[in-house]
């Protein structure tokens, strides 16, 4: 489970460094990121044939990183809804 959260926050970062422009996004918001993209990209690599969801592999780690990418996309998108300037 360690393990787990640490590949989580790891993922969640190399997805920001990925991802252009600033983030405001806090470091719980990384690790959950991570996490999410990383249980999503491992079910997509379990679905490829590559091995089980929790299983370490090197498609699993790519398409997790990629997922992360396009929630902090989504996340910045919902974020930047309620922030209303005036």
């Given at each position: 489970?360690?393990?787990f ?25 990384t ?56």
């Open positions: 489970m360690i393990g959260i640490i590949a989580g926050l790891i993922i969640g970062a190399l997805a920001r460094l990925i991802k252009p422009g600033k983030q405001n996004l806090g470091l719980v918001a690790l959950l990121l991570g996490i999410v993209g990383s249980l999503i990209g491992g079910t997509i690599a379990s679905f490829l044939g590559t091995g089980q969801v929790m299983e370490l592999n090197v498609i699993g780690f790519i398409v997790s990183v990629v997922v992360a990418v396009l929630l902090i996309g989504v996340a910045e998108s919902l974020s930047g809804r309620r922030r209303v300037t005036r």
